[in-house]
């Protein structure tokens, strides 16, 4: 068990992380630790690269998406997520992060976001589809592989002179 955090059961999401003391804005909830690397991703995976999945021991897995997280992701030495207090989490709060933090895209969740909370998206994305804004406001929240994908995908869409090219192709 982690100190500060234990998992219980939500009427709507199943199970959840939920803190059993107050987490101040910048401190770590819970340290990351890597149980094995994967061949491909699914839905208990987090992403660590462009096309690196790892499965994470302990309660990680159990820590809820929220279109309103008060958690954030940091990488630590070991290349694992550490979940870090965007802002203050009352004890007894659930502890969320977006999924869009650590997954450039995301396949395995149904179509309905359940969080329920204020300003929620409708759906679950991953960083490739997260509007601008929200991309800004989770500036020192996310894993650092997503903004060089973003980068990376920004220059294959831009031709020698640096004019846009469009996606779509003529057949």
Not at 20 to 47: C, D, M, P, Y
Not at 95 to 116: E, L, W
Request: proline share 3%.
């Amino acid at each position: 068990m982690t100190a500060g955090i234990e998992m219980r059961s939500t009427s709507a999401k199943s199970d959840g992380v939920f803190t059993t003391r107050l987490f101040r804005a910048g401190e770590t909830v819970l340290v990351g630790v890597i149980e094995k690397r994967l061949s491909k991703n699914h839905s208990h995976a987090s992403q660590v690269g462009e096309n690196e999945y790892v499965l994470h021991t302990g309660l990680t897995s159990k820590f809820n998406h929220s279109c309103n997280p008060n958690c954030g992701i940091r990488l630590n030495a070991t290349g694992a997520h550490d979940f870090i207090a965007i802002r203050d989490i009352r004890m007894g709060d659930e502890a969320t992060f977006d999924y869009a933090m650590r997954n450039y895209s995301v396949d395995y969740f149904p179509p309905a976001c359940k969080c329920g909370a204020k300003g929620c998206r409708g759906h679950i994305t991953g960083w490739k589809d997260l509007p601008e804004n929200r991309k800004v406001d989770y500036a020192g929240y996310v894993a650092p592989y997503l903004l060089e994908m973003d980068v990376k995908l920004q220059r294959r869409s831009r031709n020698k002179d640096g004019q846009e090219i469009s996606s779509m192709t003529v057949c």
